[in-house]
């Protein structure tokens, strides 16, 4: 039946300012201190480190009269070459890089814990005021001008969840190789994937190729059966016309015999033109 503000509830309100303060504010605060106590011991280390090689160098020049061999050494050991250089050099590469992570947290996490405590001090205006009162009213557009700010850094502090990785990689180069590695990796297997596709297409195209040609042979194999058994076909056919001529000939003669021999060599003559039709008939179906 109308707009009420809540009870506020003391318990939560404590749960959740004690644990803002202590993971945005104590936990940067500490980290922002150890920060500056590693800077301090770098470089009481660089200059306990500058001071000996040059008071290590000083001495042996003095003493052997400017010797090569022990002021080559000296040089060496001012260069930071060897092992040692290189450990070093690793050591300060991975502490530059940590330390550049750490401030980088600090600075998007402890901002979001100060303005998430100041936000108590810009509560709401009156809730009985219309629209264009709310917009005159100091006590609303200071909390509107609070939760503005609150919300720009709150996507700021979001932000070191994703830039972190562009941190290691202008500060780290074993990182940097690192992932160039993977880089590399990832591209050798889809490369290997690409010539594996290739490949089975490859044995797809032979094998469809291989299927083709059989079938085809099986094609051409079935045509030469049914030709063959064409062929055989005809010549049984031309040897029973054959066969008939020889028998209708052999009919005649013996007809012209029982007759009288009336007009002999007609009979034989036809007799003679019809086998030489029937194997020429043969001949041709062979």
């Known amino acids: 039946t ?39 011991e770098i470089r009481r280390i660089n200059s306990a480190s500058a001071a000996r090689k040059f008071g290590a160098a000083a001495p042996s020049v003095a003493d052997n009269g400017g010797g090569a061999g022990q002021c080559g050494n000296a040089s060496r050991d001012a260069g930071g070459g060897g092992a040692g250089g290189n450990t070093e050099r690793k050591f300060r590469t991975t502490t530059v890089t940590l330390l550049c992570v750490s401030f980088f947290v600090i600075l998007t996490t402890l901002p979001a814990g100060m303005v ?23 006590v609303w557009q200071r909390h509107f001008a609070m939760t503005r700010v609150k919300k720009v850094i709150d996507e700021v502090s979001l932000s070191h969840y994703s830039l972190n990785f562009l941190i290691y990689l202008a500060t780290g180069m074993q990182f940097r190789l690192r992932v160039a590695d993977i880089f590399r990796r990832i591209r050798r297997i889809s490369r290997c ?50 066969a008939k001529s020889r028998r209708a000939r052999s009919q005649r003669r013996a007809g012209g015999s029982d007759s009288g021999g009336d007009e002999p060599g007609q009979s034989e003559t036809g007799g003679a033109d019809g086998a030489e039709a029937a194997e020429a008939l043969v001949a041709s179906k062979v």
């Open 193 to 242: 994937c690409r010539s594996a596709d290739e490949l089975s297409g490859q044995r797809r195209r032979s094998r469809t190729s291989w299927s083709a040609t059989m079938e085809e042979r099986r094609l051409s194999s079935v045509s030469n059966r049914r030709s063959r058994r064409a062929t055989m076909a005809a010549a049984e056919a031309a040897n029973d016309e054959l």
């Open 2 to 40: 109308g707009c009420e503000v809540a009870e506020e509830r003391y318990g939560w309100t404590a749960y959740t300012v004690g644990t803002e303060v202590v993971i945005s504010g104590l936990v940067p605060a500490a980290a922002l201190v150890f920060n500056l106590m590693v800077l301090r």
């Open 116 to 138: 998430y405590g100041l936000q108590s001090y810009a509560n709401f205006g009156s809730i009985n005021m219309t629209d264009e009162e709310v917009l005159a009213d100091p």
